[in-house]
């Protein structure tokens, strides 16, 4: 499976508002699993079985949690069973198709 998440708390000590030391510890966490994942401006993206996953999801979140009092999640999933590799095969099948036309 595929899992796009986004963590952040909803409040902020830092003068810009900036999140960033938050996000640094969940991304950090997402590095330590050992799954194949994928950090982007706005979401990480990993890929591993449902409890691997989830369990990845969990701590990141706990580690934003330690940053403040309440913390927002976004979660979107590809659950496809039978399927490897597809952090980085979905997009080439696009980039296929963007090279035919």
Partial sequence: MLVAF??????TDDPDGSVSRAVADAVRIVR???????TTA????????WDECMAV????????AR???RVSLVLKA??????TGQLAAKVERV???????
């Fill in 6 to 11: 986004s963590i952040a708390p909803t409040s």
């Fill in 67 to 69: 940053h403040a009092p």
């Fill in 95 to 101: 980039e296929q198709h963007l090279r035919e036309a």
């Fill in 32 to 38: 330590e699993s050992g799954l194949p994942h994928e």
């Fill in 78 to 83: 590809d659950i496809r069973p039978g399927f």
């Fill in 57 to 64: 999801v969990k701590a990141a979140t706990e580690a934003v």
């Fill in 42 to 49: 706005m979401f990480t993206t990993i890929e591993g079985e």
